[in-house]
Protein backbone atom coordinates (compact mmCIF):
# COMPACT_ATOMS: atom_id res chain seq x y z
CA UNK A 1 0.00 0.00 0.00
CA UNK A 2 1.81 3.41 -0.82
CA UNK A 3 2.26 5.90 1.50
CA UNK A 4 1.36 10.10 1.43
CA UNK A 5 2.08 12.48 3.48
CA UNK A 6 5.14 13.76 5.88
CA UNK A 7 7.09 11.47 7.30
CA UNK A 8 5.40 10.09 10.77
CA UNK A 9 1.94 11.26 9.19
CA UNK A 10 1.27 9.28 6.11
CA UNK A 11 -1.63 7.92 5.34
CA UNK A 12 -1.59 4.41 3.29
CA UNK A 13 -4.24 4.47 0.34
CA UNK A 14 -5.13 2.29 -3.02
CA UNK A 15 -6.42 3.68 -6.08
CA UNK A 16 -8.81 0.85 -7.57
CA UNK A 17 -9.61 1.72 -11.63
CA UNK A 18 -12.80 1.48 -12.69
CA UNK A 19 -13.70 1.86 -16.35
CA UNK A 20 -12.18 4.95 -18.57
CA UNK A 21 -13.19 7.97 -17.07
CA UNK A 22 -14.85 7.04 -14.07
CA UNK A 23 -15.68 9.35 -11.33
CA UNK A 24 -13.48 8.90 -7.87
CA UNK A 25 -14.96 7.76 -4.55
CA UNK A 26 -12.83 8.25 -1.73
CA UNK A 27 -13.82 5.76 1.10
CA UNK A 28 -13.32 6.47 5.08
CA UNK A 29 -13.42 3.82 7.43
CA UNK A 30 -14.07 4.25 11.10
CA UNK A 31 -12.38 4.32 14.79
CA UNK A 32 -10.59 1.13 15.24
CA UNK A 33 -10.87 -0.17 11.81
CA UNK A 34 -9.34 0.36 8.29
CA UNK A 35 -10.18 0.27 4.47
CA UNK A 36 -10.83 -3.32 4.69
CA UNK A 37 -14.67 -2.03 6.10
CA UNK A 38 -15.28 -1.88 2.28
CA UNK A 39 -13.33 -4.73 1.57
CA UNK A 40 -17.37 -6.77 0.11
CA UNK A 41 -18.56 -3.18 -1.62
CA UNK A 42 -15.15 -2.28 -3.67
CA UNK A 43 -15.68 -4.75 -6.29
CA UNK A 44 -19.19 -3.41 -7.17
CA UNK A 45 -18.28 0.17 -6.75
CA UNK A 46 -15.01 -0.18 -9.27
CA UNK A 47 -17.68 -1.02 -11.78
CA UNK A 48 -18.84 2.41 -11.92
CA UNK A 49 -15.89 4.50 -10.28
CA UNK A 50 -12.86 4.55 -9.96
CA UNK A 51 -12.20 3.62 -5.98
CA UNK A 52 -9.72 5.14 -3.48
CA UNK A 53 -9.68 3.74 -0.07
CA UNK A 54 -7.40 5.46 2.99
CA UNK A 55 -6.21 3.92 6.04
CA UNK A 56 -6.83 7.11 8.74
CA UNK A 57 -3.48 8.24 10.61
CA UNK A 58 -2.88 5.48 13.17
CA UNK A 59 -4.87 2.86 11.54
CA UNK A 60 -4.07 -0.27 8.88
CA UNK A 61 -1.31 0.09 7.31
CA UNK A 62 -0.61 4.45 7.92
CA UNK A 63 1.60 5.95 10.78
CA UNK A 64 0.88 6.04 13.84
CA UNK A 65 2.52 9.57 15.83
CA UNK A 66 2.35 10.07 19.91
CA UNK A 67 1.44 13.17 19.87
CA UNK A 68 -2.05 13.98 19.48
CA UNK A 69 -2.45 17.39 17.21
CA UNK A 70 -2.04 15.33 13.97
CA UNK A 71 -4.95 13.36 14.59
CA UNK A 72 -7.27 16.70 15.11
CA UNK A 73 -10.05 17.30 12.63
CA UNK A 74 -8.16 20.04 10.78
CA UNK A 75 -4.76 18.09 9.69
CA UNK A 76 -6.99 14.75 9.09
CA UNK A 77 -9.00 17.01 6.52
CA UNK A 78 -5.78 18.58 5.11
CA UNK A 79 -4.06 15.54 4.72
CA UNK A 80 -7.35 14.00 2.58
CA UNK A 81 -7.19 17.22 0.51
CA UNK A 82 -3.64 16.78 -0.02
CA UNK A 83 -4.20 13.33 -1.34
CA UNK A 84 -6.80 14.27 -3.88
CA UNK A 85 -4.16 16.90 -5.33
CA UNK A 86 -1.53 14.00 -5.23
CA UNK A 87 -4.13 12.31 -7.33
CA UNK A 88 -5.09 14.85 -9.54
CA UNK A 89 -8.79 15.01 -8.59
CA UNK A 90 -10.68 18.86 -8.21
CA UNK A 91 -13.38 17.09 -6.89
CA UNK A 92 -15.26 13.64 -5.56
CA UNK A 93 -17.58 12.06 -3.69
CA UNK A 94 -17.12 10.74 -0.54
CA UNK A 95 -18.45 7.59 1.75
CA UNK A 96 -17.54 7.51 4.76
CA UNK A 97 -18.16 4.57 7.72
CA UNK A 98 -18.94 5.90 11.37
CA UNK A 99 -16.28 8.01 12.14
CA UNK A 100 -15.13 8.12 8.37
CA UNK A 101 -19.10 9.68 7.96
CA UNK A 102 -17.91 12.58 10.34
CA UNK A 103 -14.56 13.80 8.78
CA UNK A 104 -16.38 13.36 5.46
CA UNK A 105 -18.82 15.87 6.28
CA UNK A 106 -16.49 18.13 7.88
CA UNK A 107 -14.28 18.16 4.34
CA UNK A 108 -17.85 19.31 2.61
CA UNK A 109 -17.84 21.80 5.31
CA UNK A 110 -14.72 23.13 5.16
CA UNK A 111 -13.75 22.37 1.39
CA UNK A 112 -17.25 22.68 -0.78
CA UNK A 113 -16.23 22.93 -4.30
CA UNK A 114 -13.97 19.81 -3.50
CA UNK A 115 -17.06 17.45 -2.27
CA UNK A 116 -19.69 16.21 -5.01
CA UNK A 117 -21.47 14.71 -2.24
CA UNK A 118 -21.28 12.55 1.06
CA UNK A 119 -22.09 8.98 1.82
CA UNK A 120 -22.25 8.36 5.55
CA UNK A 121 -23.18 4.85 7.04
CA UNK A 122 -24.33 5.01 10.60
CA UNK A 123 -21.67 7.95 11.78
CA UNK A 124 -22.90 8.72 15.58
CA UNK A 125 -19.59 11.15 15.61
CA UNK A 126 -21.58 13.12 12.79
CA UNK A 127 -25.14 12.84 14.38
CA UNK A 128 -24.01 14.01 18.20
CA UNK A 129 -25.37 16.99 19.53
CA UNK A 130 -23.02 19.55 21.11
CA UNK A 131 -23.94 18.14 24.57
CA UNK A 132 -22.83 14.38 23.34
CA UNK A 133 -19.90 16.33 22.12
CA UNK A 134 -18.97 18.00 25.66
CA UNK A 135 -19.54 14.78 27.53
CA UNK A 136 -18.23 12.30 25.29
CA UNK A 137 -14.62 14.32 24.93
CA UNK A 138 -13.16 13.86 28.61
CA UNK A 139 -14.26 10.02 28.47
CA UNK A 140 -12.45 9.55 25.44
CA UNK A 141 -9.53 11.46 27.14
CA UNK A 142 -9.85 8.70 29.37
CA UNK A 143 -10.28 5.96 27.08
CA UNK A 144 -6.87 7.59 25.52
CA UNK A 145 -5.17 7.38 28.25
CA UNK A 146 -6.03 3.46 29.44
CA UNK A 147 -4.71 2.40 26.13
CA UNK A 148 -1.76 4.06 26.22
CA UNK A 149 -1.05 2.92 30.03
CA UNK A 150 -2.92 -0.97 29.20
CA UNK A 151 -3.07 -1.31 25.37
CA UNK A 152 -5.63 -2.62 23.53
CA UNK A 153 -6.58 -5.83 25.02
CA UNK A 154 -9.73 -4.18 26.38
CA UNK A 155 -11.04 -3.86 23.30
CA UNK A 156 -10.42 -6.41 21.92
CA UNK A 157 -12.92 -7.67 24.74
CA UNK A 158 -15.50 -5.24 22.96
CA UNK A 159 -17.78 -5.27 20.14
CA UNK A 160 -15.80 -2.42 18.23
CA UNK A 161 -13.00 -5.85 17.48
CA UNK A 162 -14.19 -7.10 14.13
CA UNK A 163 -13.30 -10.89 15.28
CA UNK A 164 -16.62 -10.87 17.35
CA UNK A 165 -18.70 -9.95 14.71
CA UNK A 166 -20.70 -12.83 12.97
CA UNK A 167 -23.03 -10.79 10.91
CA UNK A 168 -19.94 -9.73 7.85
CA UNK A 169 -18.54 -12.17 5.35
CA UNK A 170 -15.57 -14.38 6.79
CA UNK A 171 -12.94 -12.75 4.67
CA UNK A 172 -14.07 -8.92 5.44
CA UNK A 173 -13.91 -10.19 9.18
CA UNK A 174 -10.71 -11.72 9.11
CA UNK A 175 -9.21 -8.58 7.27
CA UNK A 176 -10.42 -6.04 9.74
CA UNK A 177 -9.14 -8.50 12.63
CA UNK A 178 -5.90 -8.54 11.17
CA UNK A 179 -5.43 -5.08 10.68
CA UNK A 180 -6.52 -4.18 14.06
CA UNK A 181 -3.69 -6.48 15.71
CA UNK A 182 -1.42 -4.86 14.04
CA UNK A 183 -2.91 -1.52 14.65
CA UNK A 184 -0.06 0.67 17.43
CA UNK A 185 -1.82 1.27 20.94
CA UNK A 186 -0.95 5.40 20.14
CA UNK A 187 -2.72 5.10 16.67
CA UNK A 188 -5.78 3.78 18.64
CA UNK A 189 -5.03 6.82 21.40
CA UNK A 190 -4.64 9.59 19.18
CA UNK A 191 -7.79 9.72 17.01
CA UNK A 192 -9.91 8.55 20.71
CA UNK A 193 -8.48 11.72 22.32
CA UNK A 194 -8.12 14.22 18.87
CA UNK A 195 -10.71 12.83 16.51
CA UNK A 196 -13.77 10.88 17.56
CA UNK A 197 -15.68 13.91 19.32
CA UNK A 198 -13.53 17.09 18.03
CA UNK A 199 -14.57 16.51 14.22
CA UNK A 200 -18.17 16.45 15.04
CA UNK A 201 -19.70 19.62 13.44
CA UNK A 202 -23.46 19.84 14.78
CA UNK A 203 -23.16 23.87 14.49
CA UNK A 204 -22.36 24.11 10.65
CA UNK A 205 -24.57 21.24 9.62
CA UNK A 206 -26.66 23.85 8.30
CA UNK A 207 -23.92 25.43 6.34
CA UNK A 208 -24.07 22.83 4.09
CA UNK A 209 -24.34 22.87 -0.14
CA UNK A 210 -23.58 19.61 -1.03
CA UNK A 211 -25.70 16.84 -1.23
CA UNK A 212 -26.10 14.20 1.41
CA UNK A 213 -26.82 10.53 1.71
CA UNK A 214 -27.40 9.30 4.97
CA UNK A 215 -27.36 5.17 5.83
CA UNK A 216 -28.67 3.64 9.02
CA UNK A 217 -28.81 -0.17 9.74
CA UNK A 218 -32.10 -0.15 12.12
CA UNK A 219 -29.88 -2.64 14.54
CA UNK A 220 -27.12 0.61 15.22
CA UNK A 221 -29.59 2.02 17.54
CA UNK A 222 -27.58 5.23 18.63
CA UNK A 223 -27.44 6.29 14.92
CA UNK A 224 -30.99 5.33 14.49
CA UNK A 225 -31.67 7.69 17.78
CA UNK A 226 -29.84 10.95 16.44
CA UNK A 227 -30.24 10.60 12.76
CA UNK A 228 -33.54 12.51 12.94
CA UNK A 229 -32.16 15.19 14.69
CA UNK A 230 -28.41 15.73 12.69
CA UNK A 231 -31.01 15.76 9.25
CA UNK A 232 -32.87 18.14 10.10
CA UNK A 233 -29.91 20.03 11.17
CA UNK A 234 -29.11 20.16 6.91
CA UNK A 235 -31.83 22.86 6.71
CA UNK A 236 -30.90 24.32 3.97
CA UNK A 237 -29.34 21.35 1.94
CA UNK A 238 -30.83 18.48 0.02
CA UNK A 239 -30.50 15.61 2.46
CA UNK A 240 -32.00 11.36 2.17
CA UNK A 241 -32.14 9.52 4.90
CA UNK A 242 -32.29 5.43 3.95
CA UNK A 243 -31.98 3.00 6.40
CA UNK A 244 -31.63 -1.10 5.88
CA UNK A 245 -33.71 -3.04 7.54
CA UNK A 246 -31.70 -6.19 10.26
CA UNK A 247 -28.67 -4.68 9.83
CA UNK A 248 -25.85 -3.21 12.03
CA UNK A 249 -22.96 -1.02 12.44
CA UNK A 250 -21.60 -2.22 9.27
CA UNK A 251 -24.68 -1.85 7.02
CA UNK A 252 -22.52 -1.61 3.83
CA UNK A 253 -20.85 -5.21 4.53
CA UNK A 254 -24.41 -6.73 6.07
CA UNK A 255 -26.45 -5.45 2.89
CA UNK A 256 -23.53 -4.75 -0.14
CA UNK A 257 -26.12 -5.41 -2.87
CA UNK A 258 -28.39 -2.47 -0.97
CA UNK A 259 -25.50 -0.17 -0.66
CA UNK A 260 -24.17 -0.87 -4.30
CA UNK A 261 -27.31 0.40 -5.13
CA UNK A 262 -27.98 3.23 -2.61
CA UNK A 263 -24.58 4.53 -3.55
CA UNK A 264 -25.33 4.25 -7.69
CA UNK A 265 -28.46 5.73 -7.51
CA UNK A 266 -27.87 9.02 -4.98
CA UNK A 267 -24.50 9.42 -7.67
CA UNK A 268 -26.70 9.15 -10.28
CA UNK A 269 -29.45 11.91 -9.02
CA UNK A 270 -26.85 14.48 -7.76
CA UNK A 271 -25.31 14.64 -11.40
CA UNK A 272 -21.92 12.92 -10.67
CA UNK A 273 -22.99 9.72 -12.44
CA UNK A 274 -24.19 9.05 -15.86
CA UNK A 275 -27.49 7.51 -15.77
CA UNK A 276 -27.30 4.27 -17.76
CA UNK A 277 -30.53 3.50 -20.25
CA UNK A 278 -33.03 1.20 -17.93
CA UNK A 279 -30.77 1.81 -15.07
CA UNK A 280 -33.06 5.11 -13.67
CA UNK A 281 -34.39 4.30 -9.76
CA UNK A 282 -32.68 0.52 -10.03
CA UNK A 283 -31.97 1.79 -6.10
CA UNK A 284 -35.38 2.24 -5.17
CA UNK A 285 -36.96 -1.06 -7.15
CA UNK A 286 -34.17 -3.36 -5.38
CA UNK A 287 -34.60 -1.60 -2.02
CA UNK A 288 -38.60 -1.87 -1.73
CA UNK A 289 -38.54 -5.34 -2.92
CA UNK A 290 -36.05 -5.63 -0.13
CA UNK A 291 -38.20 -4.11 2.18
CA UNK A 292 -35.60 -1.58 3.34
CA UNK A 293 -36.89 1.73 4.88
CA UNK A 294 -36.71 5.03 2.40
CA UNK A 295 -36.87 8.23 4.40
CA UNK A 296 -38.07 10.91 3.19
CA UNK A 297 -36.50 14.08 4.40
CA UNK A 298 -37.68 17.54 3.78
CA UNK A 299 -35.51 19.73 6.70
CA UNK A 300 -37.44 22.52 6.48
CA UNK A 301 -38.83 23.28 9.88
CA UNK A 302 -38.20 22.30 13.56
CA UNK A 303 -41.23 21.02 13.80
CA UNK A 304 -40.90 18.55 10.74
CA UNK A 305 -41.29 14.35 11.10
CA UNK A 306 -39.16 11.85 9.54
CA UNK A 307 -41.23 9.24 8.06
CA UNK A 308 -40.45 5.05 8.48
CA UNK A 309 -42.45 2.82 6.53
CA UNK A 310 -41.13 -0.91 7.57
CA UNK A 311 -42.81 -3.45 5.06
CA UNK A 312 -46.65 -3.85 6.42
CA UNK A 313 -46.17 -2.91 9.65
CA UNK A 314 -47.63 0.40 11.19
CA UNK A 315 -45.35 3.40 10.67
CA UNK A 316 -43.96 4.54 13.44
CA UNK A 317 -43.24 8.75 13.40
CA UNK A 318 -40.23 10.42 15.52
CA UNK A 319 -40.17 13.71 16.42
CA UNK A 320 -36.95 15.43 14.98
CA UNK A 321 -36.81 17.53 18.30
CA UNK A 322 -36.85 15.03 20.62
CA UNK A 323 -35.77 11.96 18.79
CA UNK A 324 -37.90 9.77 20.49
CA UNK A 325 -41.12 8.07 18.92
CA UNK A 326 -44.39 8.71 19.49
CA UNK A 327 -47.42 6.49 18.85
CA UNK A 328 -48.35 5.48 15.16
CA UNK A 329 -50.25 8.38 13.10
CA UNK A 330 -51.47 8.43 9.87
CA UNK A 331 -48.51 9.28 7.79
CA UNK A 332 -47.75 12.54 6.69
CA UNK A 333 -44.90 14.45 5.09
CA UNK A 334 -44.60 18.12 6.72
CA UNK A 335 -44.48 19.87 3.75
CA UNK A 336 -47.34 18.63 1.63
CA UNK A 337 -49.63 16.71 4.00
CA UNK A 338 -49.89 13.30 1.71
CA UNK A 339 -50.50 10.37 3.33
CA UNK A 340 -47.90 8.24 1.43
CA UNK A 341 -44.15 7.63 1.52
CA UNK A 342 -41.63 9.41 -1.37
CA UNK A 343 -39.26 7.94 -3.28
CA UNK A 344 -35.72 9.33 -2.63
CA UNK A 345 -35.78 10.99 -6.55
CA UNK A 346 -38.79 12.96 -5.30
CA UNK A 347 -37.21 13.46 -2.68
CA UNK A 348 -33.89 15.04 -4.25
CA UNK A 349 -36.62 17.06 -6.25
CA UNK A 350 -38.23 18.73 -3.13
CA UNK A 351 -35.36 19.39 -1.27
CA UNK A 352 -33.22 21.21 -3.13
CA UNK A 353 -33.01 25.06 -1.77
CA UNK A 354 -31.39 27.97 -3.24
CA UNK A 355 -27.66 27.64 -3.09
CA UNK A 356 -26.94 24.27 -3.43
CA UNK A 357 -26.95 22.83 -7.09
CA UNK A 358 -30.08 21.53 -8.51
CA UNK A 359 -29.90 18.15 -10.44
CA UNK A 360 -32.89 15.93 -12.37
CA UNK A 361 -33.62 13.03 -10.96
CA UNK A 362 -34.31 9.74 -12.29
CA UNK A 363 -37.86 8.99 -13.20
CA UNK A 364 -39.62 6.98 -11.02
CA UNK A 365 -40.20 3.04 -12.15
CA UNK A 366 -42.58 0.52 -10.39
CA UNK A 367 -40.26 -2.77 -12.02
CA UNK A 368 -38.30 -4.22 -10.01
CA UNK A 369 -34.56 -4.66 -10.85
CA UNK A 370 -32.74 -8.29 -10.08
CA UNK A 371 -30.61 -8.06 -7.51
CA UNK A 372 -26.63 -6.97 -8.46
CA UNK A 373 -24.43 -10.41 -7.96
CA UNK A 374 -21.33 -9.00 -6.34
CA UNK A 375 -17.77 -9.66 -7.79
CA UNK A 376 -14.62 -10.47 -6.50
CA UNK A 377 -12.81 -7.59 -5.13
CA UNK A 378 -9.95 -6.10 -7.22
CA UNK A 379 -6.40 -5.69 -6.64
CA UNK A 380 -5.25 -2.02 -6.49
CA UNK A 381 -3.06 -0.21 -8.48
CA UNK A 382 0.25 0.33 -6.39
CA UNK A 383 0.80 4.23 -8.62
CA UNK A 384 -1.90 6.95 -8.94
CA UNK A 385 -3.68 7.34 -12.03
CA UNK A 386 -4.94 11.35 -11.80
CA UNK A 387 -6.20 11.24 -15.27
CA UNK A 388 -8.39 9.05 -16.69
CA UNK A 389 -7.29 5.36 -14.92
CA UNK A 390 -6.79 2.71 -16.75
CA UNK A 391 -9.20 -0.15 -15.80
CA UNK A 392 -7.69 -3.77 -15.00
CA UNK A 393 -10.05 -6.85 -14.82
CA UNK A 394 -10.92 -7.29 -11.41
CA UNK A 395 -8.98 -10.26 -9.39
CA UNK A 396 -9.37 -12.06 -6.17
CA UNK A 397 -7.13 -11.02 -2.98
CA UNK A 398 -7.01 -13.45 -0.81
CA UNK A 399 -6.99 -12.58 3.01
CA UNK A 400 -3.58 -11.65 4.41
CA UNK A 401 -3.92 -12.28 7.91
CA UNK A 402 -1.59 -14.29 9.34
CA UNK A 403 -3.65 -15.69 12.55
CA UNK A 404 -7.07 -14.77 13.37
CA UNK A 405 -8.68 -14.80 16.50
CA UNK A 406 -11.86 -16.86 17.09
CA UNK A 407 -15.29 -15.24 16.34
CA UNK A 408 -17.26 -15.27 19.68
CA UNK A 409 -21.02 -15.31 19.81
CA UNK A 410 -22.75 -11.63 20.00
CA UNK A 411 -26.10 -11.54 21.41
CA UNK A 412 -28.19 -10.30 18.28
CA UNK A 413 -30.61 -7.45 19.39
CA UNK A 414 -34.51 -7.26 18.20
CA UNK A 415 -35.19 -4.90 15.59
CA UNK A 416 -37.61 -2.52 17.26
CA UNK A 417 -39.13 0.40 14.94
CA UNK A 418 -38.23 2.60 18.52
CA UNK A 419 -34.64 1.29 19.20
CA UNK A 420 -33.43 2.32 22.80
CA UNK A 421 -29.64 2.94 23.83
CA UNK A 422 -28.69 1.72 26.92
CA UNK A 423 -29.15 2.19 30.31
CA UNK A 424 -27.84 2.67 33.99
CA UNK A 425 -29.35 2.55 37.41
CA UNK A 426 -27.29 2.90 40.58
CA UNK A 427 -28.00 -0.32 42.85
CA UNK A 428 -28.08 1.04 46.62
CA UNK A 429 -27.04 1.86 49.28
CA UNK A 430 -26.62 -0.95 51.36
CA UNK A 431 -24.85 -0.94 54.96
CA UNK A 432 -25.28 0.81 58.28
CA UNK A 433 -23.55 3.05 60.26
CA UNK A 434 -21.30 5.90 57.94
CA UNK A 435 -20.77 3.76 55.44
CA UNK A 436 -22.83 2.62 52.30
CA UNK A 437 -22.35 0.43 49.62
CA UNK A 438 -23.21 1.12 45.82
CA UNK A 439 -23.45 -1.07 42.56
CA UNK A 440 -24.62 -0.17 38.89
CA UNK A 441 -27.27 -2.07 36.86
CA UNK A 442 -26.39 -1.44 32.97
CA UNK A 443 -28.56 -2.25 30.11
CA UNK A 444 -28.53 -2.22 26.98
CA UNK A 445 -25.87 -4.75 24.64
CA UNK A 446 -22.88 -1.87 24.61
CA UNK A 447 -19.71 -3.28 26.45
CA UNK A 448 -19.09 -0.86 28.93
CA UNK A 449 -15.47 0.78 28.99
CA UNK A 450 -15.71 3.16 32.26
CA UNK A 451 -17.52 3.59 35.46
CA UNK A 452 -16.46 6.57 37.41
CA UNK A 453 -18.37 7.30 41.07
CA UNK A 454 -18.51 10.22 42.66
CA UNK A 455 -19.81 11.64 45.80
CA UNK A 456 -21.16 15.40 47.34
CA UNK A 457 -18.65 15.18 49.80
CA UNK A 458 -15.66 14.65 47.24
CA UNK A 459 -15.23 10.96 47.23
CA UNK A 460 -14.76 9.25 43.71
CA UNK A 461 -13.62 6.18 42.58
CA UNK A 462 -13.95 4.06 39.45
CA UNK A 463 -14.93 0.58 39.62
CA UNK A 464 -17.89 -1.56 38.89
CA UNK A 465 -18.84 -0.99 42.83
CA UNK A 466 -18.70 1.57 44.83
CA UNK A 467 -18.25 2.51 48.85
CA UNK A 468 -18.98 5.87 50.83
CA UNK A 469 -17.78 7.05 54.05
CA UNK A 470 -19.26 9.80 55.73
CA UNK A 471 -17.36 11.59 58.42
CA UNK A 472 -20.44 12.90 60.13
CA UNK A 473 -24.27 13.01 59.43
CA UNK A 474 -25.80 14.46 56.71
CA UNK A 475 -27.99 14.45 53.38
CA UNK A 476 -25.32 12.99 50.96
CA UNK A 477 -25.60 12.11 47.36
CA UNK A 478 -23.62 9.45 44.53
CA UNK A 479 -23.94 9.65 41.19
CA UNK A 480 -21.57 7.32 38.59
CA UNK A 481 -21.45 7.86 35.11
CA UNK A 482 -20.91 4.64 32.86
CA UNK A 483 -18.92 5.25 28.96
CA UNK A 484 -19.81 2.52 27.01
CA UNK A 485 -17.58 1.06 23.54
CA UNK A 486 -17.46 3.91 20.91
CA UNK A 487 -18.49 7.34 23.70
CA UNK A 488 -21.76 6.74 24.67
CA UNK A 489 -22.35 7.65 28.48
CA UNK A 490 -25.32 7.25 30.36
CA UNK A 491 -25.45 8.63 34.59
CA UNK A 492 -27.45 8.36 37.34
CA UNK A 493 -27.53 9.76 40.64
CA UNK A 494 -29.22 8.62 44.36
CA UNK A 495 -29.68 10.74 46.92
CA UNK A 496 -29.16 9.26 51.22
CA UNK A 497 -29.22 10.24 54.85
CA UNK A 498 -26.83 9.64 57.44
CA UNK A 499 -27.63 9.97 60.80
Known amino acids: MPLFGEPGTGIGYEVYPGPEGSPPI ?37 DAPVDVEPYGPEPAVGRIVALMDELGYDHALFCGHSLGGALALRLALDYPDRVAGVVMINSSSAAGTPRWRNETQPRLELIAARIRAEGTWFI ?38 GLVARVNSWERLGELTVPVLAIAGDRDRDFMQGAPRMVAQMRHNRVQLVTFEEAGH ?16 FAQEIGYLTVAAGESSRRTALMLVAGSIIVAVVALAAAAVI ?31 ATSSVSPAAT ?42 TPIPPTPVPPTPTETATPTDTPTPTATSTPSGPSVRIVGPTGTGNTRGFGVDVGGDLDVLVVDWSASNGQSARGSTFTFTASQSGNYSVSVVVTFVGGTTRTDSVSFTIE
Request: hydrophobic share 35%; proline share 10%; glycine share 8%.
Open 26 to 62: FLLHGFAASSSIFGSNIGDLAQKFTVITVDLLGHGES
Open 156 to 193: RESRLYPARSKRIPDEDRDRLSYDFDQTPAAGLAGTAE
Open 250 to 265: AANLEEPDLFDEAVTG
Open 307 to 337: ILNRGDDPPAVIDINSGSPSPAVTVTTPSAG
Open 348 to 389: AASATTAGTPGTASPAATNTAAATATPTSTPRPTSTPNAGNP
